[in-house]
């Protein structure tokens, strides 16, 4: 009997896992979003992201062809995507709560729910989709603790941000990790996750590197 309510229960578990998800996305159309729906939705105290605005995307081959009404090559209505990111596991009546009291338009719970909370972030500004319009990073709005340039670099962008840090140290002869990091704070702050957290040790020794062999190349010490 034991045996036979451990199996119902691990039955019950999977089917109600199956109808959670730690994240849910909506849409919200520009013309027809509700005065202050931001503010409203900072004030419901959840983590969410807001894409920039969606106002270069157009109908593709594959859209028409599941749906004629929507011809290829057209534009779309200008839009934002909205994720909800939740502590815990939500169903979809939790997220549609939120959604509502915004006014956004959810789509049916399959397509609503977020299957890979970092790909779907990535979506809001099309950065795996190059046929697609690319929109900036910059113009994602964050609410709460989400990190979302961190969430969101892949290896690739790693290795081309610090293709660029290197490239600035060798042609501006940096030999000092501080003013470094005075510079990458006012003026590049995109360098703040390389330079502060993931590489920071890596490009410190990057730029005693470049001193010693200012240094011999030279015979002078660096002051």
């Given at each position: 009997m034991a045996k036979n309510s451990k199996e119902v229960q691990a039955r019950a578990d999977a089917k109600r896992a199956g109808k959670r998800a730690r994240a849910?996305?909506?849409?919200?159309?520009?013309?027809?979003?509700?005065?202050?729906?931001?503010?409203?939705?900072?004030?419901?105290?959840?983590?969410?992201?807001?894409s920039p605005l969606h106002d270069q995307d157009v109908w593709t081959d594959e859209d028409e062809a599941e749906n004629p009404i929507h011809v290829a090559g057209t534009p779309k209505k200008p839009h934002w995507h909205i994720v909800v990111s939740f502590k815990?596991?939500?169903?979809?009546?939790?997220?549609?709560?939120v959604f509502d009291e915004i006014g956004a338009v959810v789509p049916p719970e399959p397509k609503s729910k977020v299957k890979d909370?970092?790909?779907?972030?990535?979506?809001?500004?099309?950065?795996?989709?190059?046929?697609?319009?690319?929109?900036?990073?910059?113009?994602?709005?964050?609410?709460?603790?989400?990190?979302?340039?961190?969430?969101v670099m892949s290896e690739q962008d790693e290795d081309s941000m610090l293709d660029e840090i290197e490239?600035?140290?060798?042609?501006?002869?940096?030999?000092?990790?501080?003013?470094?990091?005075?510079?990458?704070?006012?003026?590049?702050?995109?360098?703040?996750?390389?330079?502060?957290?993931?590489?920071?040790?890596?490009?410190?020794?990057?730029?005693?590197?470049?001193?010693?062999?200012?240094?011999?190349?030279?015979?002078y010490g660096i002051e």
């Open positions: 849910w996305t909506a849409m919200m159309y520009q013309d027809s979003a509700p005065d202050g729906w931001r503010d409203k939705l900072a004030d419901l105290l959840v983590e969410a992201l807001i815990n596991p939500a169903t979809f009546a939790k997220a549609r709560e909370f970092r790909q779907m972030a990535r979506y809001l500004c099309h950065l795996d989709q190059p046929k697609k319009h690319q929109y900036d990073p910059a113009g994602v709005q964050v609410f709460g603790a989400i990190n979302y340039r961190a969430l490239q600035y140290l060798d042609d501006n002869y940096v030999t000092s990790f501080r003013q470094f990091c005075g510079y990458v704070r006012n003026e590049r702050p995109e360098w703040k996750e390389l330079t502060r957290r993931k590489y920071a040790a890596y490009i410190s020794r990057y730029i005693k590197s470049i001193a010693w062999e200012l240094e011999h190349e030279t015979g």
